[in-house]
């Protein structure tokens, strides 16, 4: 599966309607078995001061469902808008562990009207697996579905 069969599975997930939870789920799923080096997708939801992880597709739960902003590599793609490419996630003193597997991440800030209502989080078990085109694709992606981020989370 291309990265472009992805941008054509999102667009009929989106054309698809549903409720927002279940355009994210969908969204979430498509990355994670579309596209083979993409072995776990989440999306986090700006909830305050905080990420808050929401609908999630991977092997494994991952135990940071709760992530303040400016902590992690999540946390600084959240303070800053900007994406973050980590090519090797144990050289990166800001990285938060949830897999042993995992090489790299990629953090793709989402947009709803100017402001990061929150992010996707990928996983991959290979080092430096995200390059120019995985950015290019996942931050459209961000793009179509920051509208799809105004639902609530649940709160702990
Ligand atoms: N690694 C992230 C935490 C989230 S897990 O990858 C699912 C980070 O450093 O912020």
């Known amino acids: 599966m291309t990265l472009t069969g992805l ?21 979430v799923e498509a990355l994670e ?9 989440g999306i986090y939801l700006v909830d305050g001061d ?7 597709r991977g092997p494994q739960a991952t135990e940071h469902v709760r992530i303040p902003i400016g902590q992690g590599v999540c946390g600084a793609a959240a303070a800053s808008g900007e994406t973050e490419v980590v090519d090797d996630v144990n050289a990166d003193p800001r ?3 949830c897999f042993p597997s995992t090489r790299s991440e990629i953090v793709v800030p989402i947009f709803d009207e100017g402001r990061v209502v929150g992010e996707i989080d990928i996983d991959s078990d290979r080092a430096a697996a ?11 992606i961000a793009l179509q579905i920051g509208p ?3 639902f609530g989370v649940a709160t702990d």
Request: net charge negative; proline share 2%; with cysteine.
């Open 130 to 140: 995200f390059g120019e085109n995985d950015r290019a694709v996942l931050e459209r």
């Open 95 to 97: 990285y938060l562990a």
């Open 7 to 27: 941008q054509e599975g999102v667009d009929r997930i989106l054309e698809g309607g549903g409720s927002d939870e279940e355009i994210l789920q969908g969204v």
């Open 33 to 41: 078995q579309l596209v083979e080096h993409y072995s776990w997708v």
């Open 148 to 150: 799809h981020c105004r």
């Open 50 to 56: 905080d990420l808050v992880l929401g609908p999630w």
